[in-house]
């Protein structure tokens, strides 16, 4: 392993643990050089509105996915889980992340991909968006996933040979 080219990558959950990796701990090693995100949630108090105004079947309760990595619904511990959301973590030092997601997404809307975007933007940090048009959760519908694939793998070369 070359620890000079650390890269993460992850989708959903996986897309919200390597951003919180990569923007949690200031780093002035500069550990992870760069971040593929696919559909991540990124603001777990903004969640359940944004599932609601896409008309998915948002959950608040205690037995949903932020209360499961919480301990207890967002809404009742609000501190723990701005910390736990990376848009609240963004940062002018910020490693360059790309963020892909559906438009149709109703699990995990497009706005927590945007609402990041926007926040990284702000800070003055590298930060590029994807939307695609009509693609859930997961790429259901997304009309050419292998696209998809090639621009994270461009966007990762594009780091590697900077």
Not at 28 to 41: L, Y
Not at 89 to 106: K, Y
Not at 133 to 146: C, E, F, I, K, L
């Amino acid at each position: 392993m070359d620890a000079e080219r650390v890269y993460l990558w992850g989708e959903s959950a996986g897309a919200h643990l390597a951003l919180l990796a990569a923007l949690g701990v200031e780093d002035p090693a500069g550990a992870v050089q760069g971040v593929v995100a696919w559909f991540p949630p990124t603001d777990l108090l903004g969640l359940p509105d944004d599932v609601d105004m896409v008309g998915g079947a948002a959950d608040r309760g205690p037995d949903s996915r932020e209360a499961q990595l919480l301990g207890a619904a967002a809404h009742e511990v609000p501190d723990l889980a701005c910390a736990a959301s990376p848009v609240s973590l963004a940062r002018s030092d910020a490693p360059p992340i790309l963020l892909m997601h559906g438009e149709a997404d109703d699990m995990v809307p497009a706005r927590q991909s945007i609402r990041l975007a926007d926040a990284l933007t702000a800070a003055g940090a590298p930060v590029e968006l994807g939307l695609i048009p009509g693609a859930r959760h997961m790429w259901v519908d997304a009309s050419d996933v292998p696209a998809i694939v090639e621009r994270s793998l461009d966007f990762l070369t594009s780091l590697r040979d900077g």
